[in-house]
């Protein structure tokens, strides 16, 4: 049992600067702190293990086009998303909107992806991809902004890191991330979709 006056040292030494007042929490300015796009890492599940705060399209839908949209683990603790379709002409996705903030001119978007089974349709914009682009209030994506996408074409060995730094138009109320099988047979593994303000 610590006695009053030990208490009363160390209040002194903590107030001193001497001690940190956490002891054990240091707070250093790292890559993973600038992230804003915290529903990336699929870590956040339902109780029962199912995507929280995405929009995922129905499971009729999902039935009626031969597409599949799970959440898988792998080393007994990481979760990602496996997405798959069997109809090269179907787009197989799930999307959410993150709040634009003011200040925010340029942000840096990544998506960790294993692709396997890779077949295209035959839109020249088919690919394993994520799409990230500025919406409206209504969700709907602005004139005149692209559609900036971080992906794949083919079949990856392994995980592969891709990245794409978009421009934040003045008049979003959001960014849209999309990621899915665009016109795409086969199987998309995904992960790690982190978003960093750049400027
Ligand atoms: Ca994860």
């Known amino acids: 049992m610590i006695n009053a006056t030990k208490w009363f040292v160390l209040a002194m030494l903590v107030a001193a600067g001497c001690l940190p007042a956490l002891a054990g929490v240091t707070v250093s300015a790292t890559d993973a702190e600038t ?33 599949r949209i799970e959440v898988m683990s792998e080393d007994g603790t990481n979760h990602f998303v496996r997405v ?3 109809d090269a002409k179907q787009i197989v996705r799930i999307g959410k909107d993150l709040p634009v903030q003011p200040e925010w001119k340029k942000l840096k978007c990544s998506i ?7 077949k ?32 794949v074409v083919a ?6 890191e891709k990245t794409v730094v978009i421009e934040v138009s003045p008049e979003a109320k959001a960014v849209r991330v999309w990621p899915g099988l665009y016109c795409a047979t ?9 978003i960093v303000p750049l400027e």
């Open 35 to 67: 992230n804003v796009f915290s529903e990336g890492n699929f870590e956040t599940l339902t109780a029962g293990g199912t995507l929280k705060g995405w929009d995922v399209p129905h499971p009729s839908w999902l039935e009626k086009v031969g597409g």
């Open 84 to 86: 798959s379709s069997t």
């Open 112 to 118: 960790r992806i294993r692709a396997s089974n890779l």
């Open 120 to 151: 295209l349709g035959e839109p020249t914009w088919a690919a394993a991809k994520s799409h990230f682009i500025n919406v409206d209030e209504k969700g709907e994506k602005l004139k005149g902004t692209q559609w900036y996408a971080a992906g």
């Open 155 to 160: 079949d990856t060995d392994g995980w592969v």
């Open 186 to 194: 086969g199987t998309m593994d995904f992960d790690d979709i982190r």
